[in-house]
C-alpha cells in the first residue's frame, strides 16, 4: 500500500514537471512549482520525514512560491516563444542522466536496513540509542539540528541573515532613485499651482 | 519490492534532469529559476528515500516502535530547504533590478543590448 502511494504520486511529479517544460504561462510554471513542492512533501510523510514535510510545505510551497510570485509582479508573466531546444542540450542532458543511472546501480536498494548510512555506529545507530540519554528529546531530528549539528543550524541562520542583506541591497537602494526621475507631476498627484496662477492636473 | 529497489532514484535522475534542460533550453530568466526549484526538490528527495528504513516509524523515540529511519539526511535536508528558499529570493530580487535596467527578462535580448551598448 505504501508503495503504491509513493509510485502514484512520482507518477504526479513526473506528469508536473513535463507541464512545467511545456506550458509558456510563468504564472501556471509558479503554481506548478508550488504543487510540486506540496506532493514531494506528501512523498517525504510516506517517507517517515515528517519534519522535512512540514518544512517542504510550510518554505517550499508556501514561502518560494510567494517570492516567484512577488517577482513576477515586478516583471512579464509570458516567457518568449522562443529558447534554443536544441538537439545538443538533450543529448547532454541524457548522456548526464544515463551516467547517474549507471552510477545507482552500486547503491543500496530502497529501505535495505544494512546499507552502510543505517549501520554506522556513530550517526545513525548513536543517534537513535543515545540522544534521549544525551540530549533528553524525544524528537531525534531535533536533537540532531540543535544540539549534535548546531553549528550547522548557526551557518545556516547566517545564510539566511546574509541573503536578507543581500535582497535588501540590490532593490532597496534602487527604489531611490526613480524619485529623482519622477516626473514632477505624476498622474494622481494634488493639483498644482503654476506660476500665472492657473490650476493644472496631469 | 526487490525489482523496484532502485526506481526512486530513476525517477529522481529524470526530475533533476528534466530541471537541467529547463535551466539550459529556456531564455527566460524566471523558467531558469522554476527549473532550478525542480532539480533542488529532487535532491531532497533524492537524501530521503536513502534514509527510509523498510517497516521503520518516523524518528520519534516511542516505547512500542522498534525500528527507525535514519534521522540524519531529514536533518541535512532541513537545512537544505531553508538556504535554497534563501539563494532563490536573491535570484528573483537580481531579476527584478535586471528588469528595470533592461526592461525585458529574456537572456538573448539581454544578451543582444549590451552588444549593442558595446558596439555604440
Known amino acids: 500500500m505504501e508503495l503504491l502511494v509513493t509510485l502514484v504520486l512520482l507518477t504526479f511529479l513526473v506528469a508536473i514537471v513535463i507541464g512545467i517544460i511545456v506550458l509558456r504561462d510563468l504564472l501556471a510554471g509558479v503554481i506548478l512549482l508550488g504543487l510540486y513542492s506540496l506532493i514531494a512533501a506528501g512523498i517525504f510523510v510516506v517517507m517517515d520525514a515528517v519534519d522535512v514535510a512540514f518544512t517542504e510545505a510550510a518554505v517550499g510551497a508556501g514561502i518560494s512560491t510567494i517570492l516567484f510570485l512577488g517577482a513576477m509582479s515586478f516583471t512579464r508573466h509570458e516567457q518568449k516563444p522562443r529558447g534554443h531546444d536544441s538537439l545538443v542540450t538533450l543529448v547532454f542532458v541524457v548522456i548526464t542522466g544515463a551516467l547517474l543511472i549507471y552510477g545507482t546501480f552500486d547503491m543500496p536498494h530502497y529501505g535495505s536496513a544494512d546499507s552502510p548510512a543505517q549501520t554506522h555506529p556513530q550517526l545513525a545507530q548513536h543517534f537513535i540509542h543515545k540522544s534521549i540519554n544525551e540530549t533528553g528529546m524525544p524528537n531525534i531530528v531535533t536533537s540532531v539540528l540543535a544540539s549534535y549539528r548546531g553549528y550547522d543550524t548557526l551557518g545556516e541562520v547566517v545564510v539566511v541573515f546574509t541573503a536578507g542583506i543581500a535582497v535588501l541591497s540590490i532593490l532597496g537602494l534602487v527604489r531611490r532613485r526613480p524619485e529623482e526621475e519622477a516626473p514632477e507631476d505624476a498622474p494622481g498627484d494634488l493639483p498644482t499651482i503654476t506660476q500665472d496662477g492657473s490650476e493644472h492636473n496631469v | ?120
Do not use: C
Open chain 2, 1 to 120: 519490492m526487490q525489482i523496484l529497489g532502485l526506481y526512486n532514484y530513476w525517477i529522481v535522475i529524470v526530475l533533476m534532469m528534466a530541471g537541467l534542460y529547463i535551466m539550459i533550453a529556456r531564455y527566460n530568466l524566471i523558467k531558469k529559476m522554476i527549473g532550478l526549484g525542480v532539480f533542488q526538490t529532487s535532491i531532497f528527495y533524492l537524501y530521503i528515500s536513502m534514509g527510509k528504513v523498510t517497516g521503520g516509524s518516523a524518528p520519534i523515540l516511542d516505547d512500542n516502535v522498534t525500528q527507525y529511519s535514519n534521522p540524519l539526511p531529514h536533518v541535512l535536508i532541513l537545512t537544505a530547504i531553508v538556504v535554497g528558499v534563501a539563494t532563490t529570493a536573491v535570484a528573483l530580487a537580481l531579476i527584478v533590478r535586471i528588469h528595470e535596467e533592461y526592461n525585458t527578462i529574456e537572456e538573448d535580448e539581454i544578451k543582444a543590448i549590451e552588444a549593442a551598448e558595446h558596439d555604440s
